[in-house]
Each structure stands twice: as C-alpha cells, then as structure tokens.
C-alpha cells in the first residue's frame, strides 16, 4: 500500500490531496506535473524510462514527448534545481532514456485529520484541475471556522476533552468531504463545456479538408480553403498545437479514415467536416474526435448563405475555437476573427491558389499564381495572396522551373508588401528569410526574420524547420538539430521537415543517427532512399550508398537530385565509367534542370579539382540554392584545403 506522505528535503508530497508542500506551505503545480512528481518519487532509485513515463501520465492519449520535457522542467523550477547546476539534487536525466528521482525519501503514514486542518491553514490548500482551479470560497470558509473552533476546544480541553475530540474528528471529516464534493462539482461543470467533456483540454489538433456532399465541382476547392483558413486562425492560439495544411492535404478523400489521420498526424483530437449545399444556403457539419478512441468529443452545425463565405468561415472559426478553448481572452477573441480581407471575390481567389499550391507540382505553382494575382487585383491590400505569391516564386525555383533572375525579385517584392501590410505575418518573415539565405547570402538578416517568425508563431512548423537547415548551413548544427526536431513534432507528416532533421545531424556527422532516421520514414518517403544514400557516403560506405540511390532512381528515374550523388558514389566506389557516363548526361541537359553545382560535385569524386572549381563558379554566378551546404556537406571535403574553396565561401559569406 502507498504512503500517505512523503518527504524529502523541505518536501512533502501529500498523496491524498494532490499537493505538494515546502516547509508547509503549497507550492502550485499543475496536475500533470504532480502526477510527474509522484511516479518519480514512488519508483525513485530506478530509471524510468521516457515511454514508460508517457503511458503513465497520458494513459488514453497521444501525447508528444515535449509534453513530458515541460512537465520535468517545470516540476525542477518548481523544486529549485538550477539548470546550470553540476549536479541533479533531486532529478536526474539519463540521456536517450528517461529520468530517476535520486532524493533520499522518507515514507509518512496518514497522521490523522486533524493535521489536515492545520496543513490547510499554514499553507492555504487549493485543489488544482488542468488550469488550476482554487477550492471554492464556501469550502475554505467552513474550513477556517473549523481551524477556529478547534482554538476554543483547545482553551476548554480539560471540561470536555472526550467530546470536543469526537466533534473535531467529525467536523473535519464533514468539511473534507463537502469540499472534495463541490471542488468535483465546479471541475465537472467546468469541464462539460470543454471540447472533450473529461476535463482535459484538447492540446493538439489536425483539421481535415472539409469533404463536399454535393456534385458541385468548387467545393472541393471551398472545403479545402475553409480547412485553411480555420488552420490559420487556430494557429493564432499558443495553447492548442494545429498541424499545418501542408500536412492534411493528403486526407483529402471522401473515403478517408478520420481516425488513421489522426494517429498519422500524432495529434489528440480530429476535426471533420463536411459541407452541403442545400437551396441558397450552405450546411456545414462538424464533429472533433478523440483520437485515442474515436469517441465524439464535441459536434455542431451551422448554416449560411452560400454567397456569404465570409460567415461560414467566421461562424466556424468561432464554433470550433469556442469548443476547444472555452475562455478566450479578448485578444485571442480579437485574432480569431481576423479577415485579411473584406472582399468575397479575392478571398474566394485565394482560397483556389492555396487549394492548387497545395498540389505541390509545377503545373499547381503556377496555376496558384494565377489565382493569387487575380486576388490581389481584386484586393490590392490583401497581405496574405502576396504571401502566397512569395511562397510559389520560391518554390518554383527551387525546383528550378523558372530562371532566379526572373523569380526572386518576385518573390522579394511579394514577400515585402506582405510585410509592410501586415508585419505579424510569420509566413512572409519565413519567405523572406529564404531569399535572404539562400540567394541573397545575407546570413544575419535571414537569422532575424527567421526568429521573428518563431517569435511571432512558436508552433510554425516550416519556422523551425527553415531556421534549423540555416543553423546547419552556417555551421551551429547542434541548435539546427534541435530546431529541426520541433519542426518534425509540429508537422509530423511533412517530408520537408523530416529531410531538415535528417539533413543537421549530417552536417554534425551524425552519420548513423541520419540513417536511422532515414530508414525508419522510407515507407512513408520513399525519397529517404535517396536521404540514406548521403548518410552512408558520409561514412564513406559507397556500395551501400550506390544500392539507396539506385533504390529512389527506380521509383524516379529523372530525378535530378539523386542522380548525381549517384555519379559521386559510383566514381568513390572506383567505378569511374559508371560516374563518366552519369555526368555526360547531366552535361547535356539544358540548364536549369541540373545544377552546376551537382556537376561540380562528381568532377571533385573524379579528383578533377580544376573543373570542380570551374562549375562551382558557374553555380556562384547563377546564385545556385545548392551553394547552401557548402561550408558542411562532407562531399567538398577534399577542396578544403584548396585557397580557392575559401575565397568561394568567403564570397558567399560563409566563412
């Protein structure tokens, strides 16, 4: 049987009331980080390992393992342990494993209930529920009038010691058990109009595109551009995490399993939806789903004229926030209701360029911009379609689709007028810091706008993840790793992010943590094939590199990426004509289907240094995006020593 108390230090853990005392008086800790505390002190002396603790604490739900880091970190504020300290007084943190409390502690009986009483008095007991609500007034009243009568029965002890001892007994008891009822009482009402009803708040969510009942060929692009636009105000809420819509676009199809999405995106709670035309006004249904259980948390209707697509958005905006977080501040009220514009025909624009971007091909880039110009000719104010603009200008040279003399300073102009209309826009602070990285070359400034996305919105996925690759890029990988990570936990599902993971442990020669990683999403990505392949030349292991990237070249023969690492790895391998033949026909194609720099990269395996350095200009001249890994990427390692390899990055300012 468990302790009633224990005690460590200045300590005292009380089982029974779920607080934790110092030197008497409560220390406010929020229930998960009580229950954290527990578990660590009733298993101390032995590892707990971070699994174990995340099915303890979150036995029903799918839970993040920051969740777990926050709860640690908060309890140590709350115990006093110093981050810097040499040594952990109470917690210590096995690396790659878990946690093991280390205090000596001191296992206390119950000692009665009247120590309850004075407990209550010297430290002001509160009873916490998930945000920390207080015992009722009533409650703590009766029990100060108790702690008094129990001063009087203490000045007439010697009359009538027996039955005032019985009374206090019985009082305490009563006062306990009234206050246990109405604090359940006030939690259960509290909690039965949040979105689970169980009182415990949804923390992270994934809204699926809104799926069209009707034959109507735009609904598909106004379910998918609702989906958006509520993603994009719930995101403005810090206390929920909402997958981006780079990751649910693939859940698309009418046929979609809610609750495999779900489990997919690692999130609590699922959002579907559906819509339906019926006469002049449009039904819109919805339904959050636990994703642990499939149980409906909350569901709800509306309707709406369909020529008003401002009130179905607002409407739903306002249901679903309302169901998730019940006491909004009027801030968040404020930025929950936030148009970018007030005209119906650019917002409808908008919605069809974020619905054909989302297609992720060239053919979508460009019908996106198409539509995010017809947009901004309707609502020449509208920040977000400029936004939108940057975002496919850069994507379309990336993918080396339109010439950078022609794109970049589109993008640049969008990205800007994005910002001088709506300088809180961390998407435009995220393009903008691209073109200042990787075509620009003005490291410092990309830094900052990168950071102030971050600043601006801390659960924007592609922030960390463009933040870490310039963290790597620069040579900080251990803080390119980290970002990257919380990238990957914001956006799960996105290759982007999972390549930026795998990409900063490469640039820290991290070589079989980056295969790992790799191999464990090849089934998702095939293109981890291709991600393996650059771990294992990292390890200068090019058999095994050649077997990978020939992998990916047999799901995707023209892929222009992994082709020329292939080249590379065949010419370390000792198969120069294999390498010869790979570069003749790179050579040939028409620019900017390859890049120099690729061309560059296998004339340095064949140790032609002299024309590695002649197409490296080239990619300078051409501002080429791949110029970005060169101060990390092991494959230049032989042209380190070379003083034209430093006057290279010198003029790309990487040195």
Known sequence: MSARYYEFGPFRVDTLN???????KAVSLK????????????????????????????????????????????LRKA???????????????MPKRGYRFVASVLEVGDPGTDVFVEEYSRSHLVIEHQDGIALPPRVAANAEQAIQEKALRAGDREKRA????????????????????????????????????????VRSIAVLPFKPLGSDSGDEQL?????????????????????????????????????????????????ESSLQRVGDRIRVTLRLLSTSDGSILWADQINERVDDVFAVQDRVSEKVAQALLPQLTGEEKKLLAKRYTQNGEAFRFYMNGRYHWSQVNAEGWKRAVEYFNQAITKDPNYALAYTGLADCYTSIVADALLPKAEAIPKATQAAMRALELDHTLAEAHVSLGRIKAYYDWDW????????RAIELDPNSAIAHQEYGGYLAAVGRSDQGIAESIRGRELDPLSALANFSVIWTLMSARRYDEAIEQSQQVVETFPQAHYWTGLGYIGKGQYGKAIAEFEKRLSISS????????????????????????????????????VSPYMIAMIYVSLDQKDQAFVWLETAYQEHSRSLWGLKVNPAWDDLRADPRFGNLLHRIKLD
């Open 18 to 24: 779920h607080v934790l005392l110092r030197h008497g």
């Open 223 to 271: 379910g998918f551009g609702l989906a958006d636009t509520l993603i994009t105000r719930l995101s403005t809420l810090q206390q929920i995490k909402v997958r981006p819509t780079s990751s649910v676009r693939k859940f698309a199809s009418p046929n979609q399993d809610t609750m495999a999405a779900g489990r997919e995106l690692k999130v609590e709670a699922v959002l």
């Open 79 to 93: 115990l006093g342990e110093e981050p810097e300290a040499d040594a952990d007084e109470y917690i210590e943190t």
């Open 162 to 201: 027996s039955w005032w001892k019985w009374r206090a007994v019985v009082l305490a008891v009563s006062i306990m058990g009234l206050g246990l009822a109405i604090a359940l009482s006030y939690v259960w009402n509290k909690s039965k109009s949040t979105a689970t009803g169980r009182g415990a708040p």
């Open 444 to 451: 410092s400034s990309a830094e900052v706008e990168f950071k």
């Open 31 to 74: 229930p998960k980080v009580f229950d954290t505390l527990l578990v660590l002190v009733q298993n101390r002396e032995r590892v707990l390992d971070k699994d174990e603790l995340l099915s303890r604490l979150w036995p029903d739900t799918i839970v993040e393992e920051s969740n777990l880091t926050q709860n640690v970190y908060l």
């Open 558 to 593: 023209d892929n222009m990426v992994t082709k020329p690492h292939l080249g590379y790895a065949y010419a370390m391998a000792g198969r120069r004509d294999q390498a010869e033949n790979i570069l003749t026909e790179l050579k040939v194609l028409k620019q900017p289907q």
